[in-house]
């Protein structure tokens, strides 16, 4: 089964976003939206998981709780690029079921999401 990812970022990188998007092909689709349009995209289809860029987005816990208000069963992971201690403790308090780098490499980034989606499909 392909899943549905939707990513949230500011970024105006477009090489980071399109390596972004090819690492997880494998595994499904990619969305990306931005954090001014990111509720309007998340009610448009089920998604198996939220990626909020922490990196790009001004406030990544109040964007998460969001997503849980709207829909409580929702996935929802982290990536930052300098991930601090508070910023963690905040984010994994909000509820998300992973935190991690923005640098993994392509393969660590597979795993990485190949191991959330496995943990949905053990609960």
């Known amino acids: 089964m392909m899943a549905n990812f939707l990513l949230i970022t500011n970024t105006s990188q477009t090489g ?3 390596s972004f998007v090819k690492t997880l092909a494998p595994l499904g689709n990619v969305q990306a939206a931005t954090e ?3 509720n309007e995209e998340f009610l448009k289809r089920p998604y198996e998981l939220v990626i909020i860029d922490a990196a790009t987005v001004e406030e990544p816990v109040s964007l998460a709780q969001k997503f ?3 829909k409580p069963d929702v ?3 982290v990536m930052t ?3 601090t201690w508070r910023e963690a403790r905040d984010i994994l308090r909000a509820g998300v079921v992973d935190y991690f ?3 993994l490499s392509g393969q660590e980034l597979l795993v990485t999401i190949r191991t959330i989606l496995q943990e949905e499909i053990n609960q």
């Open 16 to 18: 980071w976003l399109s």
């Open 36 to 38: 001014k349009n990111a």
């Open 68 to 70: 849980y208000k709207l």
């Open 75 to 77: 996935r929802v992971a």
């Open 81 to 83: 690029t300098i991930p």
């Open 101 to 103: 780098p923005r640098t």
